[in-house]
């Protein structure tokens, strides 16, 4: 896989998957023939240092037009839904040309390398790329690993390798770091509206009392125990016990 380049992305499965993924919240990434002659070098398209010296601003727009058209039929088929339309173009414009011929050749090295026998053709690598959407949705194993990325916002579509089928982004770095980032400011967000014991939030989690916007419990004062006449209540310090009671003798009678 060839490394991001101008923020040109191939890393989504298959070389159709990769032209749908030169536009979306970055915006259009195809802006002019020298962008396309990246992708189509970073995507595979063509071999490595192929001369590209023909490729112009018709190219730009018919590889654009190529990407819309399978992005429609694969959010169809997605969906549940059918773009009778665009599945005709499309096979027409894998049917319109051979794939490109390729030869080896022997490098300053030694080795073996692929190399166009003839100048790129427009046509032939249009071919190319429409072929590989037409073969991704009749493989019915290779079509069941497509999935939408889970991302806020994002239409990308990619396959998923991973074991146990549990890729849910179409980038972990781009849009799977977004996801995170979100969670964890919700979390702090809950986090600054109340504690952990104490009254129920309005989510049902338990906030300790006297946290923030949570005020204490109201408390219902305690009346005082009620006294007999001439006698001394349990927490009067003039109360005396029975002992002191005792030492001072028996109460003078009243006089008559």
Do not use: Y
């Not at 919700?186 to 309005?202: E, H, L, Q, Y």
């Not at 300790?208 to 009620?226: C, D, F, L, N, T």
């Amino acid at each position: 896989m060839a490394a991001p380049d101008e923020g040109l992305r191939f890393d989504c499965g298959r070389i159709c998957l990769d032209l749908l993924a030169t536009s979306g919240k970055a915006g259009e990434l195809l802006t002019g023939p020298e962008q396309l002659r990246r992708w189509l070098t970073g995507s595979g398209a063509v071999p490595p240092d192929t001369a590209l010296d023909g490729v112009n601003g018709r190219w730009v727009a018919r590889f654009r037009g190529l990407r819309e058209v399978v992005r429609r039929v694969l959010h169809a088929e997605l969906s549940g839904g059918e773009a009778v339309i665009d599945l005709d173009l499309l096979n027409a414009t894998a049917a319109a040309a051979g794939p490109p011929a390729v030869e080896a050749v022997r490098g300053p090295d030694g080795a073996l390398a692929p190399q166009l026998a003839r100048p790129a053709d427009r046509a032939a690598l249009l071919a190319a790329v429409a072929r590989d959407a037409v073969d991704l949705l009749t493989d019915r194993a290779t079509r069941d690993r497509l999935r939408r990325c889970e991302g806020a916002h994002c239409r990308l579509l990619f396959l998923d390798t991973s074991r146990g089928r549990r890729r849910r982004w179409c980038s972990s770095g781009v849009c799977g770091n977004r996801e995170r980032v979100a969670r964890h400011r919700k979390r702090a967000a809950a986090d600054r509206d109340g504690g952990v014991v104490g009254a129920v939030g309005p989510e049902g989690a338990e906030v300790a009392e006297g946290a923030e916007g949570v005020p204490p419990e109201p408390r219902s004062p305690v009346p005082p125990e009620p006294r007999l006449p001439g006698t001394a209540g349990p927490r009067d310090p003039g109360a005396a016990g029975p002992a002191a009671d005792a030492s001072r003798g028996p109460a003078p009678s009243p006089e008559r």
